[in-house]
């Protein structure tokens, strides 16, 4: 049976199984291999393409969802590519990709687990992250991004040749994710404090070492603790959204998704020794990148958010700006954050982040802080999100608290019970662009 640690690896290079019987000699003559192509979305890591590769170009424009089928999927288009990459869409193309829906009741890849222990909650149940220092049951597996896939039309090559249908199947063979892969998978040794820390970096694509660069923190929730390097990027967008191509185009950066093996932050407003061993992180990543001091930006949900909280109070200069999402803190330990510059989310649904969060932001005030509020709701689209941000940030506050206005952060369907709110918070709140916008036009 396989281990914990071989279920959670999903790797762009893992090979998955093949078997392609009669394939080379009947059905699709031309093709050389299928991959599957994964995307993360606010809610985890889904399989969302496949990509088939031919020997020769095929012509895009006659191609339909009728041209091929995928085992137990919806296919939403089909169109030629120049490589597995869909972003490489062309109308002629070696590679076909077959865009499956990701409403698929099979398109995510996370599952749960019940703790071996019964009697051991899970981080991600609700109940509470632990103690700080604490290492939880991870409760998380993902699954293969495998499928198979079937030629049901005729296609027809750039020089006017046609491939006939046929009811071969063809399994995928390796899996990519256009993002993700995109990050390095390293370890820090920490001489300060003796400890190891697992990290993904993401490295700007033209990085030039005469000009310094920008770096994102993200910090991952309680639920996502896991001795499995890349799993922050696989639980939602707070890591990957930053890298991706359109916000890389506007704003490049470094950014930085540790992975973290314990408790990190608990409701108890304790940290485990991981805040000083991150912050030495970056430190050890300045020295040998030219990372911009004056623009290093941290943000995190659930856990990640209170660790940035208590990084910001114990390390009152070192971040240029915080996005807060879905956590709360003692508000008796804030004041270091009076003069701060700092965006906070949560849902109403929320009630230990938003009650937190009240009582924060009521402490700031007190301090003297400039606070602007508002209550958005988290069914609005990119435009209606842009117009409450204009609004909002028009009032150039060093803080803004917004609120996701009860039931709107919450799939239809889906129970109001339990974490719900909470966790649904963060699949919402990195999707917000002008809001990505304002982190980077923070600078000292």
């Known amino acids: 049976m396989p281990s914990r640690r071989e279920f959670l690896i999903v790797s762009a290079g893992s090979l998955l199984a093949i078997s392609v019987s009669g394939f080379a000699k009947e059905a699709i003559p031309l093709a050389r291999n299928a991959i599957a192509i994964t995307q993360v979305e606010g809610d985890g890591i889904r399989l969302v393409a496949v990509a088939v590769e031919y020997d020769t170009p095929l012509e895009g424009a006659l191609l339909s969802t009728d041209s091929f089928r995928v085992a137990d999927r919806t296919i939403t288009g089909t169109f030629t590519s120049t490589s597995a990459d869909p972003v490489d869409k062309a109308t002629v193309g070696r590679f076909v990709i077959v865009a499956l829906s990701p409403t698929d009741h099979n398109a995510l890849l996370a599952e749960k687990v019940p703790p071996k222990n019964a009697n051991q909650a899970s981080p991600s149940a609700g109940g509470g992250p632990g103690n700080a220092g604490d290492i939880p049951p991870y409760d998380t597996i993902y699954r293969h991004p495998e499928t198979r896939i079937v030629q049901s039309g005729t296609l027809t090559t750039s020089n006017g040749h046609t491939l006939p249908a046929s009811q071969s199947v063809l399994k995928t063979t390796q899996a990519i994710n256009p993002v993700v892969d995109e990050f390095k998978s390293l370890a820090f040794h920490d001489p300060k404090t003796g400890k190891m820390l697992r990290y993904n970096l993401f490295v700007p694509k033209n990085y030039d070492k005469k000009q310094s660069w920008p770096l994102v923190l993200f910090m991952h929730d309680a639920g996502a603790t896991s001795d499995v390097t890349r799993t922050t990027l696989y639980q939602g967008v707070g890591a990957v959204v930053w890298a991706s191509p359109q916000d890389q185009a506007t704003r490049p950066c470094f950014v930085l998704a540790p992975q973290y093996a314990e408790i990190i932050a608990d409701d108890n407003s304790q940290t485990s ?54 956590g709360q803190w003692d508000p008796t330990q804030v004041k270091p954050l009076a003069h701060q510059t700092l965006w906070i989310l949560v849902s109403q649904d929320d009630d230990k982040a938003w009650l937190g969060q009240n009582a924060i932001t009521t402490r700031l005030e007190k301090e003297g802080t400039k606070i602007s509020r508002a209550t958005w709701d988290g069914t609005w689209s990119p435009e209606e999100f842009r117009a409450a941000f204009n609004k909002i940030a028009a009032e150039r506050s060093p803080v803004n608290y917004v609120t996701f206005r009860k039931g709107t952060v919450i799939p239809t369907g889906q129970s109001t019970e339990g974490a719900g709110g909470h966790r649904n918070t963060w699949r919402i709140a990195y999707t917000i662009e002008p809001v990505r916008e304002w982190l980077f036009r923070q600078h000292r």
């Open 273 to 326: 020794s991981m805040l000083d061993t991150t912050i030495d992180l970056i430190r050890a990543l300045s020295a040998q990148c030219t990372i911009d001091q004056k623009r290093l930006y941290t943000t995190g949900q659930s856990g990640g958010c209170m660790m940035s909280i208590a990084m910001d109070i114990t390390y009152p200069d070192f971040f240029t700006a915080s996005l807060l999402v879905a």
